[in-house]
């Protein structure tokens, strides 16, 4: 018995020196949230989209209080009482005015997609196309993304939830700070010291690759939606959802676009229009990649594009759609709290390097 006490009172203090460790420490804490965050099922939706929303609106907030108070004092909540109602607008016109139209688009866009693949035996180059299409069971996905948009009204719940605890959450931001602050001093201050660190680590690094994406994302949307239009293409509310939602992936997104764009080209104007629009996507991804990713990234994080598609494969199968969005987001948050990127970070503005 006085054996077995003594290994059980070396191994005490093995797992106590172990826990010292606070690389170890955090460590495990990041592991008890991510067990948390996975058993909420559902309900994880909601916290992303919360956070995405809460951490947009309070950067909007900041950049236009500052902007302001150089002409005129103005208190912070006023100017995200009036963002909200800016938002809660267009929401409602889109759902009065265009949201019929945009159904209605996505509709018609998707029956001409399957139309294609049904119709292509005429044409060798596009049999070929249609045969490599269905081979990844594009017909599922297409089914799949109609459903979603049938499902619009429950999303629009799910959204104002959303929005509603975003606002609370603004308005009271500096309360809810002075409370969280007491913990502090409480029993359990060295959970919230840990907490803290990763919750500083979470913001400056996910939070900005998060915001540089959606950056990322409109400027796409806006120049490939500008390009479309000028080269007479159809279902232009349809197409610049779809744009924008694939602008959000890195690197795959912009693959995956081609697809639709090109097989519509295609069945305008031949295989000389499908060149055009891959040729205008093209140039529209290289100024992002060397003018407009440099000066939104604030972290110089390499990734050769093996370890991008590795962690978007892996982070789509254990998060689904969103994980297409946040994994590169999540990967850089775990290189910059092993310190990754320490060595590599310099004065000028840096990026993430996702490119082809």
Known sequence: MGH??????????????????????????????????????????????????????????????????????????????????????????GISRYSPRIVDQVVQLTNEIMKFLDSADGDNFASKIAGYLQSFDIKNYTNDALKYIFALSKWLEFILLVIILSLFFLLQKQEISKFTSKFKTSKIGWFYNEVAYLGDKFVSSFGKVIEAQLLIAVFNTVLTILGLWILGFPYLFALTILVFMLSLVPVAGVIISLVPLCLIGYQMGGLKLSIIVIIMIIVIHALETYFLNPKLMAHKTKLPMFYTFIVLILSQHFLGIWGLIIGIPIFVFLLDILDVNKMEKTEEPVRVETKL
């Open 4 to 93: 077995i006490s003594g290994e059980v009172k070396i191994l005490g203090e093995m797992i106590k020196d172990w826990l010292r460790n606070a690389t170890v420490r955090r460590f495990l804490i990041l592991l008890l949230f991510c067990l948390i965050l996975f058993s909420m099922g559902s309900m994880l939706h909601m916290i992303l989209l919360l956070f995405l929303v809460t951490y947009v609106m309070n950067r909007l907030q900041h950049f236009i209080t500052g902007g302001l108070n150089r002409l005129f004092p103005i208190n912070y909540k006023v100017v995200v009482i009036l963002l909200y109602m800016i938002v809660i607008a267009v929401i409602v016109l």
